[in-house]
């Protein structure tokens, strides 16, 4: 199985800050790499499929970037909406998995 | 748009089975895979199954083969959950997802989701 491994567990930031998380595959699984944002109490929401693409209707401020083994997702200038959880998951191969998770707390 | 809708909580019994429904809206159930993920009390997200459901194939996480079963029914355009043997272990919250396949990029990605089905197992 291929793991996935997410820093920070959590962060806090302000308001109008930039902030990354990244993600790292046990293998290179090239860009077959997605996030997810899930809020409390809420099902995971597509933000970014295959490391870089944006998904409709998500703000521009969310990046994604890498390949290989290592991946980046950047949200800048930070809103309130964007407390969060996010998660990355690798689509590389089966059994489809799931980094732990970044808790992204706005101060 | 496409929408999954999920079946209400469930409590049960350790030994018990349990089945949740998804149903889908806004799109023909038969053109994409839909997958079941569980995220366990203030835990992460875990791949349980996925169904094809043209074929009604299906593949299963080798932690859950034995007590898994996804089903599909294309008349009401719903598919099934159903995994027996419960424990207290199993007392999550149960997620739909539709897979999606790029054209011009490569992977697999699930949208959307379903709300979320909670099962409580509890003695």
């Known amino acids: 199985d291929i793991q996935m491994t997410q820093s920070p567990s959590s962060l806090s930031a302000f308001v109008g800050d930039t902030v990354t998380i990244t993600c790292r595959a046990s293998?290179?699984?090239?860009?077959?790499l997605n996030w997810y944002q899930q809020k409390p109490g809420q099902a995971p929401k597509v933000l970014i499929y295959s490391a870089s693409n944006l998904q409709s209707g998500v703000p521009s401020t969310f990046r994604g970037s890498g390949s290989g083994t290592d991946f980046t997702l950047t949200i800048s200038s930070l809103q309130p909406e964007d407390s969060a959880t996010y998660y990355c998951?690798?689509?590389?191969?089966?059994?489809?998995?799931f980094g732990q998770g970044t808790k992204v707390e706005i101060k | 748009q496409a929408q999954l809708v999920q079946s209400g909580a469930e409590v049960k019994k350790p030994g018990a089975s349990v089945t949740v429904s998804c149903k889908a809206s806004?799109?023909?159930?038969?053109?994409?895979?839909m997958y079941w993920v569980r995220q366990a009390p203030g835990q992460g997200l875990e791949w349980m199954g996925t169904?094809?459901?043209?074929?009604?194939?299906?593949s299963y996480a080798q932690k859950f083969q034995g007590r898994l079963t996804v089903t599909r029914d294309l008349s009401t355009g719903t598919v099934y959950m159903e995994l027996s043997g419960l424990r207290s272990e199993d007392t999550a919250v149960y997620y739909c997802?539709?897979?999606?396949?790029?054209?011009?990029?490569?992977?697999?990605?699930?949208?959307?989701w379903g709300q979320g089905t909670p099962v409580i197992v509890s003695s």
């Open positions: 997802a539709r897979g999606n396949f790029g054209v011009n990029t490569p992977g697999l990605w699930f949208d959307p």
């Open positions: 806004g799109y023909t159930l038969a053109n994409n895979h």
């Open positions: 169904i094809n459901p043209s074929g009604g194939t299906t």
């Open positions: 293998q290179t699984i090239s860009t077959y």
């Open positions: 998951q690798q689509s590389y191969s089966a059994p489809w998995t």
